[in-house]
């Protein structure tokens, strides 16, 4: 689910729901390395922010992961989720084809817009110097930084890449502005020289936080599409389902949402499907206890929309199909030892994912999801969210206005659902 974008499709990667999910991931990624320090082996550490990365494309909005940077800083900033005393970042070269080189990083809190703090500036090392390069492929962790934070604390992190990248491995909708400049602009706390603005996020997939002391797992990792991704929120407000459960639920909460992501097919503007990018993403977030499932909207409604290139090729999915790519999630999950919510599809009578199949889908996989007792537990987003007219539309009061999108009031509600359950 998602707005039109403007290029020309190529084909979806059909997945083969027989291959296992080893380990809770199927991603042709390599895996994560981490540069160990003293600092970080005595620290427990919990994510506390993330976004999931995405191939370098045209997006919905303008961008620049095609063109990627080059003597240039980009800044960013995002709010964890959850407190500690030291903090670090995870880079992620997922999708570069060579290494990424960073000449310098800063972590700071945010002052508003592209200004920081000036005192609280901490510039990141990365096995102990203030460069690294990320392989192709791969992520990266830094060192742990000492900076005290605060739940619900917004955060700035700086990237000064003194060379030229190449298209950049980015998440396409942050609904918050990400910012750019010439030159090393790394420990400028004004923000003055940061005059481009984009509301993508580029390189970084994770803040995580730390402290010595810090042991119960109890975060929450919310997994799926658009309507995870805060789709229809109001940028730059924090109003994503994510921030709400966050708010209500004093737990460390992040977002693996993609906008326009399928459980069964890869896309190269939404992302690999969900099942293969299921274990980078979300089983392997530190500090996570629980896992929330909810996607299959765009499996079962691409097929019902004839004039969205990006949508094809789109196979006419059946709930068999589908359920079958939840059990996987479910299995991966539990192999874990994490807990898995299944929530059920919103209404979405009246948007471009309607039509015949897509009605007989979802309401068999709903009722797969809320009646089975494979899921560990269900929020029923479909009966919570459906206008009291007609249960297949969504709530005209939650709806952001193409009937498929929550609003931030719809966003509320399904926090507030889903803080019952948890």
């Known amino acids: 689910m998602y707005q039109h974008a403007r290029r020309t499709a190529v084909p979806l990667v059909v997945a083969a729901l027989g291959l296992a ?18 600092q970080s082996k005595a620290a427990q550490w919990t994510a506390a922010w993330a976004a999931s990365p995405q191939t370098p494309s045209t997006g919905f909005t303008p961008n620049w992961s095609q063109e990627g940077f080059s ?19 995870r880079l ?65 992190v700086t990237l000064y890449i003194a060379g ?34 984009t509301q993508s996020w580029y390189y970084l997939s994770g803040v995580e936080v730390g402290g010595a002391a810090r042991s119960q797992k109890n975060g929450i990792v919310l997994f799926g599409d658009s ?46 499907r969900g099942t293969a990018r299921f274990g980078r993403d979300a089983l392997d977030q530190p500090g996570a206890s629980t896992v929330v499932v909810l996607e299959g909207v765009n499996d079962i409604g691409f097929s019902e929309t004839k004039d969205q290139p990006t949508y094809k090729p ?7 199909e589908l359920i079958e790519g939840h059990r996987a999630l479910i299995r991966a999950a539990h192999a874990k030892g994490l807990r898995i919510v299944g929530a059920t599809l919103l209404p979405l009578k009246g948007s471009d994912h309607w039509g015949a199949n897509a009605a007989k889908v979802s309401a068999e996989v709903n009722e797969w999801i809320r009646t089975s007792g494979e899921y560990d537990a269900v929020v029923d987003f479909d009966k919570a ?35 019952r359950v948890l």
């Open 92 to 156: 992620s070269n997922t999708y570069g084809t060579s290494p990424l080189k960073i000449t310098g990083a800063t972590i700071a809190r945010t002052a508003g817009g592209a200004a920081v703090d000036p005192g609280s500036v901490r510039h990141l090392t990365f096995g102990g110097k203030r460069s690294v390069a990320v392989p192709a492929h791969a992520e990266l962790r830094s060192d742990a930084a000492r900076l005290p934070l605060k739940p619900l604390e917004s955060v700035t």
């Open 21 to 38: 999910l080893l380990s809770g991931t199927e991603s042709s990624a390599r895996p994560t390395t981490s540069q160990p320090t003293s």
């Open 227 to 272: 309507i995870t991704d805060g789709f229809g929120s109001t940028p730059g407000a924090n109003r994503r389902w994510s921030d709400r459960v966050a708010e209500l639920t004093r737990r460390p909460v992040v977002n693996a949402g993609i906008g326009g992501n399928l459980v069964l097919n890869d896309s190269a503007w939404y992302g690999e």
């Open 314 to 320: 789109a196979p006419v999915v059946s709930a068999k």
């Open 164 to 197: 030229t990248t190449g298209p950049a491995t980015f998440h396409s909708q942050a609904w918050t502005d990400s910012y750019r400049a010439d030159g090393d602009r790394r420990a400028d706390h004004a923000g003055k020289a940061f005059k481009d603005a």
């Open 385 to 419: 969210m459906a206008d009291p007219a007609d249960a297949d539309r969504l709530n005209p009061a939650y709806d952001f206005g193409d009937r498929l999108h929550p609003n931030d009031a719809g966003y509320q509600r399904m926090a507030e659902e889903l803080a």
């Open 71 to 89: 003597h240039q800083t980009v800044r960013q900033v995002v709010r964890v989720t959850e407190g500690g005393d030291r903090a670090r970042i």
